[in-house]
């Protein structure tokens, strides 16, 4: 199984803020990658695919970036309603696993 | 509007069934991979299984905590999408969601999620 190791598990953050999560792959996902928003007692939301590409109707404030095994995704300028968890994905092989999530919390 | 919507969650017991239905509206369900993903209480996502379309022979894939134990059908008819539960255990409480798969190739993520149905498994 392909683990996927996300950090930091958790992180304070002002509006306005800079935010960047990690996600690692312990095997090649050749950019088969996602990201997604999950807000207390509501389903995920889907942000990102293949590693870089916005969902329709996501902010552009979102991004998603790689560099080998390692994923990125950045919210340029922390908005209120980004408060969330997020987890990273693969759907490269099965089965489909995400990270452990990373919690974004108001500092 | 793409809509996912879940029913069939509640108490179990352990060893007891249950089968979750998943209705879907707004898109062409036929069309769609279609997937369940559950959440342990105060946990993470994980993958349950997966159900391909009529064109890949309604092929499945399933979680190895799950495997034998689960099944996943769909009713393009009915535009529904089934878990069938078994042998249920304590560690499958959890929310269960159904989520549509792309159509962007052969690879694609999840786009859109129902909001949820929450399974309990407890004497």
């Known amino acids: 199984d392909i683990q996927m190791t996300q950090s930091p598990s958790s992180l304070s953050a002002s509006v306005g803020d800079r935010v960047t999560i990690t996600c690692r792959a312990s095997?090649?996902?050749?950019?088969?990658l996602a990201w997604y928003q999950q807000k207390p007692e509501k389903a995920p939301k889907s942000l990102i695919y293949?590693?870089?590409n916005l969902q329709s109707g996501v902010p552009s404030r979102f991004s998603g970036s790689e560099s080998g095994a390692d994923f990125t995704l950045t919210i340029s300028s922390l908005q209120p309603e980004d408060f969330a968890t997020y987890y990273c994905?693969?759907?490269?092989?099965?089965?489909?696993?995400f990270g452990g999530g990373t919690k974004v919390e108001i500092k | 509007e793409v809509q996912l919507v879940e029913s069939g969650g509640g108490l179990v017991q352990p060893g007891g069934s249950l089968r979750l239905s998943c209705a879907a509206s707004?898109?062409?369900?036929?069309?769609?991979?279609m997937d369940w993903v559950r959440q342990a209480p105060g946990k993470g996502l994980e993958w349950v299984g997966r159900?391909?379309?009529?064109?890949?022979?309604?092929?499945?894939e399933y979680a190895a905590s799950v495997k034998d134990r689960f099944t996943i059908s769909r009713d393009d008819s009915k535009n529904s999408l089934y878990l069938q539960m078994n042998s249920l255990k304590t560690e499958d409480t959890a929310v269960y969601y159904c989520?549509?798969?792309?159509?962007?190739?052969?690879?694609?993520?999840?786009?859109?999620w129902g909001q949820g149905t929450l399974v309990t498994v407890s004497s």
């Open positions: 293949a590693a870089s």
């Open positions: 994905q693969q759907y490269s092989s099965y089965p489909l696993t």
């Open positions: 095997q090649g996902i050749s950019s088969r």
């Open positions: 707004g898109f062409t369900f036929s069309d769609h991979y």
């Open positions: 159900t391909r379309n009529k064109g890949n022979s309604y092929t499945t």
């Open positions: 989520a549509r798969r792309g159509s962007c190739g052969n690879y694609c993520p999840w786009d859109y």
